[in-house]
């Protein structure tokens, strides 16, 4: 039962930093596109660093949750299954870590724009607005095909 709880409030900890990685960039492309129309934009940059704080607080927790799932089992022998040599989420944790870093680069975008630095393109950030779900696909098909 300990190990469904912990799995539970993982998955609800990632799905909150999921929709934070899909929001903010399209935060980013509202930015972009609000020109010369300064209370609008600063407005969205506001949205955008509170989201930003916010993801960070939920990955911690994701991390945290996540953690105790892939080495819970020493901690709690007999509670939480020992996932030994589990390539697939050596993968998963690779992909991970490239969602990390693409979260972390549109905050630091966020970041520059609300000290007056430039943004990409709009159609730029549109297309990078879609590469996290190309890259979430292949972590939940890791986790449930368990494929090596």
Known sequence: MTYL???????????????SIFYLPRILV???EAGSEPAIKARLE?????????????????????????????LLPGTLPNFGA????????????????????????????????ALPGARTLRIMNELPVLV?????FLVIAKPF
Do not use: C, D, P
């Open 5 to 19: 709880w912990i799995k539970s409030l993982h998955l609800l900890f990632v799905m909150a930093w999921v929709a």
């Open 46 to 74: 506001l949205m955008g660093l509170r989201l930003y704080r916010f993801g960070h607080s939920m990955f911690g927790m994701a991390l945290l949750f996540g953690a105790t799932l892939w080495q819970g089992w020493r």
């Open 136 to 140: 979430l696909l292949l972590i939940i």
């Open 30 to 32: 509202n930015i972009a």
């Open 86 to 117: 589990a390539h697939w989420l050596e993968a998963k944790l690779t992909l991970v870590l490239l969602l990390l870093a693409y979260y972390v680069w549109n905050g630091r975008l966020v970041k520059r724009s609300a000290e007056g630095g």
